[in-house]
């Protein structure tokens, strides 16, 4: 990576302009040329760096479509968030309703009149894909399937799921049952991020599990590149006749997470090749680059009127950046710094911006801060200093 400092005070914006320029046509290499990305026998796709958010590949990633299954995601999100919230416990025993033992389609085969542990019905939802562990939680959580699916379209909207509705907590066909693979991939970042501990149970190839006094019956996950590739971790398949073959993957390598979501294929075989064709794109030819660390002094800058007349100035959390593959080091890094600065300083308080570029494009613009708090000098300390300023002001003019 390239570090370059300008003051604001010493080039005027023309100027800063134009010594990037100068600078970015001695540095840099050609542009890395990135190959298109395949097409998927699918009715949307999408592919997205987890860490950053990039959208690296993507077809009507907004169509509405029904999600059988894979409205699970959210199900198990929100009971992981009452675990987190302490509202709920794992071991918590779940009384099951007629309701629930009699859900039709993928089951746990839990048992009406009887209780079953937050962390098995969570399992049975995840692993097994099971509609009456499914209906159990929500109505455990919410008293009433109905008044889970409220709590679930307001976990939407926060996530800024803006073009899902949901109906259920199972995927059960239903009019205006839908979202987006947009959504979804939205959602799969909420849940590898807000709940690391619960989305390592995506992971897991099988659950057993047997209602009391009937025998033990193992299932497998249904996400067959859990048993193809040692890279993919999650997350969720679905499946109805009005959806197809739908499947929500997430795979990290050498330290890079991606997420894909293709919905809408023939087959069990397909969902999962199609799926493969994304992550194998994604990892051949694109990198998560963390561009700027957080806590890293970036530049240190004159502080007058203070008890000290430096500071370090850094950035408060990480700058990640998805960068095509072998391009880390051709970045760009700029700080620019506030003319006059003076104390008091408060940590964290912004003193300029910093700008990461790639081949001459702007990839990322963050504030520049105080990366430690400047106390206020004595009387005679900040008037000498005011003389300073203000003969440094006379003669630069």
Same mark, same amino acid.
């Given at each position: 990576?390239?570090?370059?400092?300008?003051?604001?005070?010493?080039?005027?914006?023309?100027?800063?302009?134009?010594?990037?320029?100068?600078?970015?046509?001695?540095?840099?290499?050609?542009?890395?040329?990135?190959?298109?990305?395949?097409?998927?026998?699918?009715?949307?796709?999408?592919?997205?760096?987890?860490?950053?958010?990039?959208?690296?590949?993507?077809?009507?990633?907004?169509?509405?479509?029904?999600?059988?299954?894979?409205?699970?995601?959210?199900?198990?999100?929100?009971?992981?968030?009452?675990?987190?919230?302490?509202?709920?416990?794992?071991?918590?025993?779940?009384?099951?309703?007629?309701?629930?033992?009699?859900?039709?389609?993928?089951?746990?085969?839990?048992?009406?009149?009887?209780?079953?542990?937050?962390?098995?019905?969570?399992?049975?939802?995840?692993?097994?894909?099971?509609?009456?562990?499914?209906?159990?939680?929500?109505?455990?959580?919410?008293?009433?399937?109905?008044?889970?699916?409220?709590?679930?379209?307001?976990?939407?909207?926060?996530?800024?799921?803006?073009?899902?509705?949901?109906?259920?907590?199972?995927?059960?066909?239903?009019?205006?049952?839908?979202?987006?693979?947009?959504?979804?991939?939205?959602?799969?970042?909420?849940?590898?991020?807000?709940?690391?501990?619960?989305?390592?149970?995506?992971?897991?190839?099988?659950?057993?599990?047997?209602?009391?006094?009937?025998?033990?019956?193992?299932?497998?996950?249904?996400?067959?590149?859990?048993?193809?590739?040692?890279?993919?971790?999650?997350?969720?398949?679905?499946?109805?006749?009005?959806?197809?073959?739908?499947?929500?993957? #997430? *795979?990290?390598?050498?330290?890079?997470?991606?997420?894909? @979501?293709?919905? %809408?294929? &023939? !087959? /069990?075989? +397909?969902?999962?090749?199609?799926?493969?064709?994304?992550?194998?794109?994604?990892?051949?030819?694109?990198?998560?680059?963390?561009?700027?660390?957080?806590?890293?002094?970036?530049? #240190? *800058?004159?502080?007058?009127?203070?008890?000290?007349?430096? @500071?370090?100035? %850094?950035? &408060? !959390? /990480?700058? +990640?950046?998805?960068?095509?593959?072998?391009?880390?080091?051709?970045?760009?890094?700029?700080?620019?710094?506030?003319?006059?600065?003076?104390?008091?300083?408060?940590?964290?308080?912004?003193?300029?911006?910093?700008?990461?570029?790639?081949?001459?494009?702007?990839?990322?613009?963050?504030?520049?801060? +105080?990366?430690?708090?400047?106390?206020?000098?004595?009387?005679?300390?900040?008037?000498?200093?005011?003389?300073?300023?203000?003969?440094?002001?006379?003669?630069?003019?």
């Amino acid at each position: 990576m390239v570090f370059l400092h300008t003051p604001k005070y010493v080039c005027s914006k023309l100027f800063s302009l134009a010594c990037v320029l100068l600078i970015s046509q001695s540095v840099f290499s050609a542009p890395v040329i990135i190959p298109a990305p395949p097409q998927l026998a699918a009715s949307s796709y999408i592919l997205v760096d987890a860490n950053t958010g990039k959208i690296l590949v993507e077809q009507n990633s907004h169509q509405k479509l029904p999600p059988a299954s894979l409205t699970k995601m959210m199900t198990s999100y929100i009971v992981s968030d009452e675990i987190y919230n302490d509202h709920i416990q794992p071991t918590d025993m779940v009384p099951i309703s007629v309701k629930a033992w009699r859900m039709g389609g993928s089951k746990m085969f839990v048992r009406e009149g009887t209780e079953v542990p937050v962390e098995e019905l969570l399992r049975g939802v995840i692993v097994q894909s099971g509609n009456d562990a499914s209906v159990a939680l929500a109505e455990y959580v919410a008293g009433s399937e109905s008044a889970f699916v409220d709590v679930m379209n307001q976990q939407a909207q926060l996530l800024g799921m803006n073009s899902t509705h949901f109906k259920n907590a199972t995927g059960w066909p239903a009019a205006g049952h839908e979202t987006t693979a947009y959504d979804l991939s939205l959602l799969a970042r909420a849940l590898i991020n807000d709940h690391p501990a619960h989305y390592a149970i995506y992971s897991e190839h099988e659950f057993t599990y047997g209602a009391p006094g009937e025998k033990p019956i193992t299932q497998i996950n249904r996400n067959a590149l859990l048993f193809r590739d040692k890279s993919v971790d999650g997350i969720k398949t679905g499946h109805t006749e009005a959806a197809g073959f739908c499947l929500v993957a #997430s *795979a990290v390598r050498d330290g890079m997470r991606l997420i894909s @979501v293709v919905m %809408g294929t &023939k !087959s /069990d075989d +397909a969902r999962a090749e199609e799926s493969q064709k994304l992550l194998s794109y994604g990892f051949r030819y694109y990198e998560t680059a963390n561009a700027v660390k957080a806590g890293d002094e970036l530049v #240190s *800058a004159r502080v007058w009127s203070g008890k000290q007349d430096q @500071v370090g100035l %850094g950035v &408060k !959390s /990480d700058v +990640a950046l998805t960068v095509p593959r072998g391009s880390t080091e051709e970045l760009q890094i700029q700080t620019l710094v506030d003319g006059t600065i003076k104390a008091p300083i408060e940590q964290y308080q912004p003193l300029g911006k910093v700008v990461v570029s790639l081949d001459g494009e702007v990839l990322a613009e963050q504030p520049l801060l +105080a990366l430690e708090p400047v106390a206020q000098a004595g009387f005679f300390a900040r008037l000498w200093d005011a003389i300073k300023l203000f003969f440094l002001g006379f003669f630069s003019s």
